[in-house]
Protein backbone atom coordinates (compact mmCIF):
# COMPACT_ATOMS: atom_id res chain seq x y z
CA UNK A 1 0.00 0.00 0.00
CA UNK A 2 3.01 2.08 0.33
CA UNK A 3 4.49 3.83 -2.46
CA UNK A 4 6.59 7.56 -2.44
CA UNK A 5 4.70 10.67 -3.58
CA UNK A 6 6.92 13.84 -3.99
CA UNK A 7 5.51 17.34 -3.30
CA UNK A 8 3.04 19.04 -5.47
CA UNK A 9 4.21 21.29 -8.01
CA UNK A 10 3.58 24.64 -8.21
CA UNK A 11 0.79 26.36 -10.81
CA UNK A 12 3.23 26.57 -14.06
CA UNK A 13 5.36 24.40 -15.41
CA UNK A 14 8.59 26.18 -14.48
CA UNK A 15 7.68 25.73 -10.90
CA UNK A 16 7.66 21.86 -11.48
CA UNK A 17 10.85 21.50 -13.11
CA UNK A 18 12.27 23.74 -10.49
CA UNK A 19 10.76 21.67 -7.65
CA UNK A 20 11.28 18.36 -9.18
CA UNK A 21 15.05 19.55 -9.07
CA UNK A 22 14.33 20.34 -5.57
CA UNK A 23 12.69 17.03 -4.54
CA UNK A 24 15.41 14.87 -6.22
CA UNK A 25 18.42 16.77 -5.21
CA UNK A 26 17.37 16.57 -1.88
CA UNK A 27 17.65 12.68 -1.33
CA UNK A 28 20.62 11.84 0.75
CA UNK A 29 23.43 10.30 -1.55
CA UNK A 30 24.80 7.04 -1.46
CA UNK A 31 28.60 6.21 -2.43
CA UNK A 32 29.36 5.21 -5.81
CA UNK A 33 32.33 4.93 -8.11
CA UNK A 34 30.48 5.58 -10.62
CA UNK A 35 31.13 7.98 -13.13
CA UNK A 36 29.84 11.33 -13.26
CA UNK A 37 26.94 11.85 -15.81
CA UNK A 38 25.70 15.26 -17.39
CA UNK A 39 22.12 15.94 -18.38
CA UNK A 40 20.91 18.91 -20.20
CA UNK A 41 17.65 20.41 -21.18
CA UNK A 42 16.41 23.56 -22.65
CA UNK A 43 13.14 24.82 -21.36
CA UNK A 44 10.88 28.10 -22.19
CA UNK A 45 7.35 29.37 -21.39
CA UNK A 46 5.11 31.98 -22.38
CA UNK A 47 1.86 33.14 -21.07
CA UNK A 48 -1.14 33.46 -24.10
CA UNK A 49 -4.27 35.16 -23.93
CA UNK A 50 -7.34 33.48 -22.10
CA UNK A 51 -5.95 32.22 -19.54
CA UNK A 52 -3.20 29.73 -21.74
CA UNK A 53 0.09 29.08 -20.80
CA UNK A 54 2.74 27.23 -23.32
CA UNK A 55 6.06 25.54 -23.15
CA UNK A 56 8.66 23.95 -25.02
CA UNK A 57 11.38 21.62 -23.61
CA UNK A 58 13.34 19.44 -24.96
CA UNK A 59 16.49 16.78 -23.71
CA UNK A 60 19.76 17.19 -26.11
CA UNK A 61 22.86 16.27 -24.20
CA UNK A 62 23.50 13.33 -26.09
CA UNK A 63 21.85 11.79 -29.05
CA UNK A 64 18.46 12.71 -30.66
CA UNK A 65 16.24 15.65 -28.92
CA UNK A 66 12.76 14.63 -27.70
CA UNK A 67 10.82 18.09 -28.39
CA UNK A 68 7.56 18.66 -26.72
CA UNK A 69 5.26 22.28 -27.12
CA UNK A 70 3.11 21.91 -24.02
CA UNK A 71 -0.49 23.85 -24.00
CA UNK A 72 -2.43 24.54 -20.53
CA UNK A 73 -4.69 26.59 -18.46
CA UNK A 74 -3.83 26.12 -14.59
CA UNK A 75 -6.36 26.49 -12.32
CA UNK A 76 -6.22 27.03 -8.09
CA UNK A 77 -6.57 23.28 -7.77
CA UNK A 78 -6.70 21.99 -11.40
CA UNK A 79 -5.31 21.90 -14.60
CA UNK A 80 -5.63 21.27 -18.21
CA UNK A 81 -3.00 20.03 -20.51
CA UNK A 82 -2.25 18.73 -24.14
CA UNK A 83 1.07 17.41 -25.36
CA UNK A 84 2.55 17.81 -28.67
CA UNK A 85 5.21 16.10 -30.14
CA UNK A 86 6.30 15.23 -33.73
CA UNK A 87 6.47 11.18 -34.38
CA UNK A 88 9.16 12.10 -36.33
CA UNK A 89 12.58 11.37 -35.52
CA UNK A 90 14.04 14.27 -33.23
CA UNK A 91 17.32 16.29 -34.26
CA UNK A 92 20.85 15.86 -32.35
CA UNK A 93 20.84 19.35 -31.07
CA UNK A 94 23.21 19.32 -28.38
CA UNK A 95 21.37 21.41 -25.76
CA UNK A 96 21.80 24.17 -27.68
CA UNK A 97 18.37 24.19 -30.54
CA UNK A 98 14.86 22.91 -30.07
CA UNK A 99 14.06 22.24 -33.46
CA UNK A 100 10.93 20.15 -34.43
CA UNK A 101 8.17 19.44 -36.78
CA UNK A 102 4.64 19.92 -35.25
CA UNK A 103 2.74 17.52 -37.85
CA UNK A 104 1.09 19.92 -40.03
CA UNK A 105 -0.11 22.32 -37.04
CA UNK A 106 3.33 24.11 -36.85
CA UNK A 107 7.06 23.97 -36.23
CA UNK A 108 9.31 25.34 -34.12
CA UNK A 109 13.32 26.40 -34.50
CA UNK A 110 14.73 27.89 -31.98
CA UNK A 111 18.73 28.43 -30.72
CA UNK A 112 19.88 29.32 -27.23
CA UNK A 113 21.23 33.05 -26.76
CA UNK A 114 22.60 33.13 -22.97
CA UNK A 115 22.13 36.40 -20.82
CA UNK A 116 23.95 37.19 -17.66
CA UNK A 117 26.41 34.54 -15.53
CA UNK A 118 25.03 31.06 -14.96
CA UNK A 119 23.85 29.92 -11.43
CA UNK A 120 25.48 27.78 -9.86
CA UNK A 121 23.81 25.41 -6.96
CA UNK A 122 25.87 22.87 -5.71
CA UNK A 123 24.16 20.28 -3.55
CA UNK A 124 27.08 18.42 -1.44
CA UNK A 125 29.54 16.45 -3.20
CA UNK A 126 27.32 14.85 -4.92
CA UNK A 127 25.21 16.92 -7.59
CA UNK A 128 25.65 20.20 -9.09
CA UNK A 129 22.43 21.86 -11.36
CA UNK A 130 23.67 24.74 -13.47
CA UNK A 131 21.08 27.17 -14.65
CA UNK A 132 21.66 29.59 -17.04
CA UNK A 133 18.71 32.11 -18.15
CA UNK A 134 18.75 33.50 -21.41
CA UNK A 135 16.22 33.69 -24.31
CA UNK A 136 14.91 31.29 -27.26
CA UNK A 137 15.31 33.30 -30.62
CA UNK A 138 13.89 32.17 -33.85
CA UNK A 139 10.22 30.38 -34.21
CA UNK A 140 7.71 29.15 -32.52
CA UNK A 141 4.31 28.58 -34.80
CA UNK A 142 1.50 26.17 -33.94
CA UNK A 143 -2.64 26.13 -34.52
CA UNK A 144 -4.41 23.94 -32.14
CA UNK A 145 -7.15 21.84 -33.05
CA UNK A 146 -10.29 23.61 -33.70
CA UNK A 147 -8.19 26.95 -33.38
CA UNK A 148 -8.28 27.06 -29.58
CA UNK A 149 -5.32 28.31 -29.59
CA UNK A 150 -2.53 30.84 -32.24
CA UNK A 151 1.08 30.35 -31.32
CA UNK A 152 3.42 32.79 -33.04
CA UNK A 153 6.34 33.94 -30.82
CA UNK A 154 10.07 34.61 -32.13
CA UNK A 155 11.83 35.07 -28.52
CA UNK A 156 10.97 33.04 -25.03
CA UNK A 157 12.22 33.51 -22.28
CA UNK A 158 14.46 30.74 -21.41
CA UNK A 159 16.50 28.68 -18.87
CA UNK A 160 19.17 25.83 -20.19
CA UNK A 161 19.86 23.66 -17.28
CA UNK A 162 22.81 21.46 -16.70
CA UNK A 163 22.87 18.88 -14.18
CA UNK A 164 26.09 16.98 -13.09
CA UNK A 165 25.69 13.88 -10.99
CA UNK A 166 28.51 12.21 -9.26
CA UNK A 167 27.40 9.34 -7.19
CA UNK A 168 24.09 7.51 -6.42
CA UNK A 169 21.40 8.62 -4.01
CA UNK A 170 19.55 6.50 -1.57
CA UNK A 171 15.69 6.66 -2.66
CA UNK A 172 13.62 8.65 0.40
CA UNK A 173 11.32 7.21 2.43
CA UNK A 174 7.72 6.18 1.65
CA UNK A 175 4.98 7.45 3.26
CA UNK A 176 1.58 5.36 3.52
CA UNK A 177 -1.67 6.50 1.21
CA UNK A 178 -4.04 4.72 -0.72
CA UNK A 179 -4.33 4.85 -4.55
CA UNK A 180 -6.63 3.80 -7.08
CA UNK A 181 -5.66 2.67 -10.58
CA UNK A 182 -8.27 2.39 -13.69
CA UNK A 183 -7.81 2.18 -17.37
CA UNK A 184 -10.77 1.62 -20.00
CA UNK A 185 -10.52 -0.78 -23.60
CA UNK A 186 -10.46 2.89 -25.15
CA UNK A 187 -7.28 3.60 -23.69
CA UNK A 188 -8.04 6.17 -21.13
CA UNK A 189 -6.18 6.30 -17.89
CA UNK A 190 -6.72 7.68 -14.06
CA UNK A 191 -5.28 7.70 -11.18
CA UNK A 192 -6.56 9.09 -7.31
CA UNK A 193 -4.43 9.48 -4.41
CA UNK A 194 -5.76 9.62 -0.95
CA UNK A 195 -3.68 10.28 2.64
CA UNK A 196 -0.66 12.02 1.22
CA UNK A 197 -0.84 15.26 2.21
CA UNK A 198 -3.11 16.68 5.34
CA UNK A 199 -6.23 15.20 4.31
CA UNK A 200 -6.51 15.83 0.79
CA UNK A 201 -6.78 13.76 -2.20
CA UNK A 202 -5.39 14.30 -5.98
CA UNK A 203 -7.39 12.81 -8.89
CA UNK A 204 -5.50 12.97 -12.69
CA UNK A 205 -6.55 11.38 -16.20
CA UNK A 206 -4.83 10.85 -19.41
CA UNK A 207 -7.06 10.34 -22.55
CA UNK A 208 -5.78 7.76 -25.32
CA UNK A 209 -3.10 8.96 -27.14
CA UNK A 210 -3.74 10.31 -30.71
CA UNK A 211 -1.28 10.20 -33.47
CA UNK A 212 -2.41 11.45 -36.79
CA UNK A 213 -0.60 13.18 -39.60
CA UNK A 214 2.91 13.61 -37.78
CA UNK A 215 2.06 14.46 -34.62
CA UNK A 216 1.15 12.92 -31.15
CA UNK A 217 -1.27 14.12 -29.37
CA UNK A 218 -1.49 13.59 -24.54
CA UNK A 219 -3.95 15.06 -22.87
CA UNK A 220 -4.13 15.30 -19.02
CA UNK A 221 -6.85 16.63 -16.95
CA UNK A 222 -6.23 17.28 -12.67
CA UNK A 223 -7.84 18.27 -9.79
CA UNK A 224 -7.16 18.53 -6.00
CA UNK A 225 -9.29 18.62 -3.33
CA UNK A 226 -10.55 17.32 0.19
CA UNK A 227 -10.68 13.94 0.65
CA UNK A 228 -14.16 13.17 0.16
CA UNK A 229 -13.97 13.60 -3.16
CA UNK A 230 -11.83 10.14 -3.58
CA UNK A 231 -13.56 8.26 -0.51
CA UNK A 232 -12.26 4.69 0.31
CA UNK A 233 -14.80 2.16 2.19
CA UNK A 234 -13.58 1.08 5.71
CA UNK A 235 -12.94 -2.23 4.59
CA UNK A 236 -10.19 -1.24 1.93
CA UNK A 237 -12.26 -3.04 -1.20
CA UNK A 238 -14.59 0.19 -2.34
CA UNK A 239 -14.08 3.70 -3.78
CA UNK A 240 -16.28 6.47 -4.70
CA UNK A 241 -14.80 9.03 -7.00
CA UNK A 242 -16.40 12.59 -7.17
CA UNK A 243 -13.84 15.01 -8.07
CA UNK A 244 -15.95 17.88 -9.43
CA UNK A 245 -14.89 20.70 -11.85
CA UNK A 246 -12.82 20.35 -14.09
CA UNK A 247 -14.28 16.79 -14.66
CA UNK A 248 -18.03 16.03 -14.49
CA UNK A 249 -20.07 12.75 -13.33
CA UNK A 250 -19.06 10.07 -10.44
CA UNK A 251 -17.74 6.85 -10.26
CA UNK A 252 -17.10 3.49 -7.94
CA UNK A 253 -15.02 0.91 -7.86
CA UNK A 254 -16.26 -2.55 -6.68
CA UNK A 255 -15.14 -6.01 -7.62
CA UNK A 256 -12.15 -4.41 -9.76
CA UNK A 257 -14.64 -2.65 -11.89
CA UNK A 258 -14.93 1.01 -12.19
CA UNK A 259 -18.28 1.92 -13.13
CA UNK A 260 -20.41 5.50 -13.60
CA UNK A 261 -20.43 8.13 -15.54
CA UNK A 262 -17.14 10.07 -14.90
CA UNK A 263 -16.02 12.32 -17.83
CA UNK A 264 -12.45 14.20 -18.38
CA UNK A 265 -12.44 17.16 -20.54
CA UNK A 266 -9.65 18.49 -22.30
CA UNK A 267 -7.98 21.77 -23.47
CA UNK A 268 -8.70 20.74 -27.01
CA UNK A 269 -12.07 20.21 -26.35
CA UNK A 270 -12.60 16.95 -27.04
CA UNK A 271 -13.98 14.71 -23.71
CA UNK A 272 -13.32 11.29 -22.83
CA UNK A 273 -15.60 8.57 -20.73
CA UNK A 274 -13.28 6.90 -17.87
CA UNK A 275 -15.88 4.27 -17.01
CA UNK A 276 -16.51 1.76 -17.34
CA UNK A 277 -12.91 0.19 -17.03
CA UNK A 278 -10.84 -2.36 -14.73
CA UNK A 279 -9.62 -0.62 -11.69
CA UNK A 280 -7.52 -1.84 -8.79
CA UNK A 281 -7.03 0.07 -5.09
CA UNK A 282 -3.19 -0.16 -3.81
CA UNK A 283 -2.16 -2.27 -6.50
CA UNK A 284 1.42 -1.00 -8.28
CA UNK A 285 0.59 -3.50 -11.12
CA UNK A 286 -2.53 -2.47 -12.18
CA UNK A 287 -3.45 -0.53 -15.26
CA UNK A 288 -3.77 3.02 -15.12
CA UNK A 289 -0.15 4.18 -15.60
CA UNK A 290 -0.34 7.75 -16.92
CA UNK A 291 2.81 8.96 -19.23
CA UNK A 292 4.02 12.40 -18.46
CA UNK A 293 2.61 14.92 -15.32
CA UNK A 294 0.13 17.95 -14.70
CA UNK A 295 2.10 21.12 -13.04
CA UNK A 296 -0.23 19.55 -10.03
CA UNK A 297 0.49 15.80 -9.97
CA UNK A 298 2.50 14.25 -7.41
CA UNK A 299 5.70 12.99 -8.20
CA UNK A 300 5.92 9.08 -7.61
CA UNK A 301 8.84 6.95 -6.17
CA UNK A 302 12.44 7.86 -6.47
CA UNK A 303 13.72 9.58 -9.51
CA UNK A 304 16.54 7.94 -11.13
CA UNK A 305 16.85 10.78 -14.33
CA UNK A 306 17.23 14.12 -14.67
CA UNK A 307 15.60 16.57 -11.86
CA UNK A 308 13.46 17.94 -15.06
CA UNK A 309 9.72 18.02 -16.39
CA UNK A 310 8.72 13.93 -16.77
CA UNK A 311 7.03 14.14 -20.59
CA UNK A 312 5.69 11.42 -22.51
Known amino acids: MTRGLGRLAGATIGCLMLLSALCWLL ?42 LV ?40 TFEPRGVPEVREYGHCSKLIDQKGVLAGYLRFRGERHYVEVLEHRLKAH ?45 SQGPRIEK ?26 AKLDPGPPFTGTAKLKN ?24 HLDDRDGCGGVRGRTTLAPAIGAQSGPPFLALP
Open 213 to 238: RGLAVDDIASVSGPDPVFKISNDGSR
Open 256 to 279: ERLTGNLVMPTIRGPEFALTPGEG
Open 160 to 204: RYKFVERCRRRPPPRPEFHQLTACTDAGTRLRAYSGFRDGESFIY
Open 27 to 68: VAPAPSSARSEVQISLQAHVALGGGLDAAVYARGEQGLDRAH
Open 71 to 110: ISRQGKTSALQATYKSTDEGRPTAGKRIVSKLGDRGSMRL
